[in-house]
């Protein structure tokens, strides 16, 4: 996928390819492999999330960045550079944010950008996120769902046991989505555009019950209690103890008594769509203006 992003972009742009290293050095392999040159960022590499953060930061002011991973990467991007240019292709386990997309068009979207050819605000929109103040403590986000459950420590990051989920909020719900965002999606759809959050509570003594994929390769029913579509900006807190899940992931302990509050805002990464980057492109006002038909190579149209 790193070799037809590489090609995509090269078919389109000259323009200076940055990169995070990594261990198997995929990136470098495949650049050598096409005779690209590429900078490696000079972040420090540990293996661990806070290496795309760090990348993130290092990459403020790139025209468009391919990441490559699930829900849980493209959060860690969003920490270090929350307003980025995003091309998000998906390779991890929750996948609510990026998108399946072939990896040579992606990143022939990328090299366009490069190029200043399409304006962002025109083939890009705004993703929500959620904004999560901790008392006394650093704030933090998550893309697609923020989840409080009544567990003591983080221990295993991935959510397991719906009798200890307490609430979520979430920017998107799609029943056809994997995670949070599937058990939401059959309490009530919700687009990444719509201009609105979705909030629940849980009860297993619940008489409404919904089975969802709360995991690749498993559903459970869940007890849903309560759920309220509310407007952007519109805060809900929790209290400890328990623990906080951003996007599929246990991250973040709450004392008992410490308080936090989530709000979704519309100030995320500008999410490209790939498809429309290159049919902008492609259309080029259908052949009928003269500076498009100079681009292709004639003024004569042919």
Known sequence: MVRRALVGVRAMSQAPIRYLPDPHHVARQALDELGIRGQALEVAIHAKAEDTTRAAGALQGAAAVIVLGGDGTNRAFAKGWLDAPLISLSTGTNNAFPVMREATTAGAAAGILANGRVPLEQVAAQAKVIHVE??????????????????????ARALDDPARLISAMLTQADPAGVGMTSVAGFVYPLKAHEDRALTLRFSDKSPHTVTAALAPGRFEHIGVAAAELVPLGVADEVVGPGVLAFDGERERVLQSGQSATLRVLGNGPWVVDVGKVLATVAGCEQLISRDCRATLGGSDGN
Do not use: M
């Open 134 to 155: 901790i008392d006394g403590e650093a704030p933090d986000l998550a893309l697609i769902d923020a989840v409080f459950t009544a567990d003591r420590f983080v221990g």
